[in-house]
Nanobody
Framework: QVQLEESGGGSVQAGGSLSVSCVVP????????SGWFRQAPGKKREAVAV????????EYIDSVAGRFTISQDKDQNTVALQMSSLKPADTGKYYC????????????????????WGQGTQVTVSS
């Protein structure tokens, strides 16, 4: 089982910026695509952004498009999410997830398609 490891996050006031990063073992060779999910208290986990390893193609949910940027560093086996203009609604635990080659399409934003997950890191935005 591949275990992902997130870092970053923290607390910030509305309008501020934060970033989260994730180490994905075998990223360049084994991973088809990866993404970030988040779960607010009392709510279902939702996809936020995904990125394809081979061409860097990205996709975002509407509520974060233009504010969040997902990126990859193949040499460091990492996927990062840069978040700006943060809102209290962005508060939640952020999870990194990945799909290996042969798996489903990340653009479906279906968490059941992602077999590899991290433990999550907290992002708190205060008003």
């Amino acid at each position: 089982q591949v275990q992902l490891e997130e870092s970053g996050g923290g607390s910030v006031q509305a309008g501020g910026s934060l970033s989260v990063s994730c180490v994905v073992p075998g990223y360049s060779s084994d991973i088809k695509c990866s993404g970030w999910f988040r779960q607010a208290p009392g709510k279902k986990r939702e996809a936020v952004a995904v990125i394809y390893t081979y061409n860097g193609g990205t996709e975002y949910i509407d509520s974060v498009a233009g504010r969040f940027t997902i990126s990859q560093d193949k040499d460091q086996n990492t996927v990062a999410l840069q978040m700006s203009s943060l809102k209290p609604a962005d508060t939640g635990k952020y999870y990194c997830a990945a799909i290996p080659w042969g798996g489903e399409n990340c653009y479906n934003f279906n968490e059941k398609d992602f077999p590899y997950w991290g433990q999550g890191t907290q992002v708190t935005v205060s008003s």
